[in-house]
C-alpha cells in the first residue's frame, strides 16, 4: 500500500509525486489516458516527419517556476530551445510590435508605433524587476501568502503604492492607454492577456497581460527541445528513480471515504487502490466534487457553490505540417516563436465581445506557434511544424460568420472553423495556406477526450476573472489545496494559483498532505527554526 494515490499524471500531478517522493514517501500515480503528461505531450499525428505538440507548447510560467527549479529536471533529460524572438503582433498595414528578450530591441520595436513608447515599456519593466522576485513567491506558494505578500507589499510602496496596484486592477485596454501613445505596447499587454479568458475591459486583465508580458521579456517563451512530452519525460524519470510508480490506464471513478478520511480510490474496472496517508487529486474541481466524491461526504455549501463554477473560455485549436516557413507580411513575425493575430485592439474587443454573446467569432484572435522556429529539431529543414488556438462560447447561440457552425463539432462543424483560422493567418501571411502539407484539428470534445480535465476545452481549470481567483478558487472560502474530506488534497490548476505549467498547485497539495502528516511537536519546531533563521539572518 503506497503513503499517497495521485490521480492524474499532468504536470501538477508529476510535481506533487516528486514532492511526496523527495519526503520519502512512497508514491502510486494513476493516469486514465496510455500515456502520462496530460497536456503537456507531443507527437507525429500531423506528419511523420514533424513533432507537434497536442496541447501547451510555450512554457514562461515554467521557466519562472522555483517549484520546478528545485526539482531540477534538467538532471533528468530537459533542455530548453528559445525562438530568436519571444513574440511577435503584426497588424495587417505591415507593422508589428515585438517582443524580445532584449528590453532594448524591445522599445525600439514599440517606438516605431510611437516615439517614447519604447522608455514607457522600460518603466513598467523597471517595475517588474523591483517586484519580481516577491511577486513569483507569492504567486507559487500556497495561498494566503502571508511573508510574500508582505514584503510584497513593501516593494509595491517603493514603485508608487496605491498608484501601482491601482494600474494592475485596470482592464488591459485602459492599461495601454494610460502607458502607450501607439498601438504597440498595447497589443503586446492585451494579446497576452486573451492567453486566459480576459478581454480587454475585463478588471485585471491589465495586471494579467503586465505579468505574462513581463515573464516573456525575462525568461521568453521557451520550448522543450525535441517536443514537450520532454518536460514530462523527466518529470516522470525523477519521480521513478525515487521509488515512485506511475500507471497509465487507470482511470479513477471514486475517491474511497471512511469516518469522514480519504483512503483510497476505486479504478474503473473496481480495482480498489489504498493510500496509507493521503489522496492528491490532479483533476477539475468539478471533476473532484462532482464526480468523484459521493455527495454525502461533503458540506451542503461547497455542492451549491460548484453549481456557480466557471469554466474557461473553450478552445479550438489546429496543427499544421507546412512545406516552408510562414511568408508573414511583416518581417519581424518570422523571428518569433509566439505570434499574435488580430488587426488592432478594437478586434480584440470584438471578438471577446462575440463571445459573451455566445457567437463565434467571424474574425478569431489566433495564438499562433511556430515551432521549428522556436526548436529546429521539431521538422526537417526549411519546413514548419505550426500549430493555432483560439477560443470560443462553451454554449453556442449563433455563427458570427453566418456559416453555419452549430457547435456540435462533427466533421462540418471542424473543417468551416479550421478553414476560418486559416483564413485569419492569411490576412497577415498571404499564401500560407498553399504551404500545407497536412493539418489536424482539435475541436473541444476532441480536448477533452484526450485529457479529461479540458472539460469542453477549458485550458485553464477556471475562468481567470477575479471572482475565481485567491479565496474563490476553485470555489468561496477554498483557496487551499485541502479538500472538506480529512486527507484528500486538490492539487490541479482548478486550485490556487491557476491554471500554467508551473507546478504550483501539485507543490502546495504535497505539502499541505506532509504538513499534515507530521507529529505535532515537530511541525511547531520547524516552524520556531525558520523564524530563528529569519531573524538571525536580519541581524
Known sequence: MPDA????????????????????????????????????????????????DLFSSFYPLAAASPVLAALHPEEHGLRWSHAPSVLAHPLTDGSCALLDRNVDTTAASLDTFEAGDGAAWRRLHEVW???????????????????????LALRLRAAGGLRMARSLMLPVRRLGEEEFRGQGGRLLLAGNALHADLAPESTGSGGFGWLMAMLGQTYGFPVPAGGSGALTSALVHRLESRGGRVRCGQRVEHVVVRGGRAVGVRTAPGDAVRARRAVLADVSAPALYGELLDPQHLPAQVLDDLRRF????????????????VPWQAEQASRAGTVHLADGMDELTRFAAQIAMREVPDRPFLIFGQMTTSDT???PLGTESAWAYTHIPHEIRADAADEGITGRWGTKDQELMADRMERQVERFAPGFRSLIRSRR?????????????????????????????????????????????????????????????HGAPGSNAARAALRRNQPPGLARAQRLLAHRDRTGARR
Open 441 to 501: 484539428i482539435l475541436a473541444p470534445p476532441t480536448l477533452e477526450a484526450l485529457d479529461g480535465n479540458l472539460a469542453g476545452g477549458a485550458i485553464n481549470g477556471g475562468t481567470t476573472a477575479l471572482h475565481q481567483q485567491l479565496v474563490f478558487r476553485p470555489l468561496p472560502g477554498t483557496g487551499r489545496p485541502e479538500t472538506p474530506v480529512r486527507g484528500l488534497y486538490l492539487a490541479s490548476s482548478g486550485a490556487h494559483p491557476g491554471g500554467g505549467v
Open 377 to 379: 529539431t521539431r521538422s
Open 5 to 52: 494515490v495521485v490521480i492524474g499524471a499532468g504536470p501538477n500531478g508529476l510535481v506533487a509525486a516528486n514532492v511526496l517522493a523527495d519526503a520519502g514517501w512512497s508514491v502510486e500515480v494513476l493516469e486514465e489516458q496510455p500515456e502520462p503528461g496530460g497536456a503537456v505531450r507531443h507527437d507525429r499525428g500531423v506528419d511523420p516527419a514533424f513533432v507537434n
Open 129 to 151: 524587476q523591483s517586484l519580481r522576485p516577491d511577486l513569483l513567491d507569492a504567486l507559487f506558494t500556497p495561498f494566503p501568502p502571508v511573508r510574500a505578500s508582505a514584503r
Open 310 to 325: 466557471q469554466w474557461d473560455f473553450a478552445t479550438f485549436k489546429v496543427d499544421w505540417a507546412l512545406d516552408g516557413p
